[in-house]
T-cell receptor, first 114, second 116 residues
Framework: EPEVTQTPSHQVTQMGQEVILRCVPI?????FYWYRQILGQKVEFLVS????????KSEIFDDQFSVERPDGSNFTLKIRSTKLEDSAMYFC????????????FGPGTRLTVT | AQKITQTQPGMFVQEKEAVTLDCTYD???????LFWYKQPSSGEMIFLIY????DEQNATEGRYSLNFQKARKSANLVISASQLGDSAMYFC?????????????WGAGTKLIIKP
């Protein structure tokens, strides 16, 4: 069964460093998302991406964040200068098309900023 | 105001019993969808069940069913014949379809522990 994959599973970085979280969505999916979950808290939407551009973004997704689909398979989330409060689990998700209700989630990347 | 409310932070249930996890939602949209996800301790997010606002029948998927009461704006998850492997966090989420809005809005979750 096709699945969303994410790498790395765990990333430790120092405050102020740039990180890139990688996701490979399901191959025939067209709509991509990033969510984050701070430990013990609810999942929060960051951004959705369709047709090579951002469709929606939340207030969390400020200028420190960017997304990119650099090739036909990868979907990346970049945090330019990490802060302690960026420590969280980051989930990538994809859906077949905008009207498809189910979003398939990857296993997540745990980001720890020290 | 919270769009998704899960009032049970934690629940203990005896194995083989049925369990109901509560979820209420708040939206002014006529077209929306409600989701339940399971998050085991390993951290991944597993889709369980979906209910569309226009669906007349309650959704069912194996041992999972969704008790959808539209007038009360509730979408409770029912797990029948609980198993030890059901121990996990359970999240209710909503998607509002107006304005081409595709993000999922999440509740705070319920930690379910199944006792042998």
């Amino acid at each position: 069964e096709p699945e969303v994959t994410q790498t790395p599973s765990h990333q430790v970085t120092q405050m102020g460093q740039e990180v890139i979280l990688r996701c490979v969505p399901i191959s025939n999916h067209l709509y991509f998302y990033w969510y984050r979950q701070i430990l013990g808290q609810k999942v929060e939407f960051l951004v959705s991406f369709y047709n090579n551009e951002i469709s929606e973004k939340s207030e969390i997704f400020d200028d420190q964040f960017s997304v990119e689909r650099p090739d036909g398979s990868n979907f990346t989330l970049k945090i330019r200068s990490t802060k302690l409060e960026d420590s969280a689990m980051y989930f990538c998700a994809s859906s077949r098309d905008p009207s498809s209700y189910e979003q398939y989630f990857g296993p997540g990347t745990r980001l720890t900023v020290t | 105001a919270q769009k998704i409310t899960q009032t049970q932070p934690g629940m203990f249930v005896q194995e083989k019993e049925a369990v109901t996890l509560d979820c209420t939602y708040d939206t002014s949209d006529q077209s929306y969808g409600l989701f339940w996800y399971k998050q085991p301790s390993s951290g991944e997010m597993i889709f369980l069940i979906y209910q569309g606002s226009y669906d007349e029948q309650n959704a069912t998927e194996g041992r999972y069913s969704l008790n959808f009461q539209k007038a009360r704006k509730s979408a409770n998850l029912v797990i029948s014949a609980s198993q030890l492997g059901d121990s996990a966090m359970y999240f209710c989420a909503m998607r509002e379809f107006m304005d081409s809005n595709y993000q999922l809005i999440w509740g705070a979750g319920t930690k379910l522990i199944i006792k042998p």
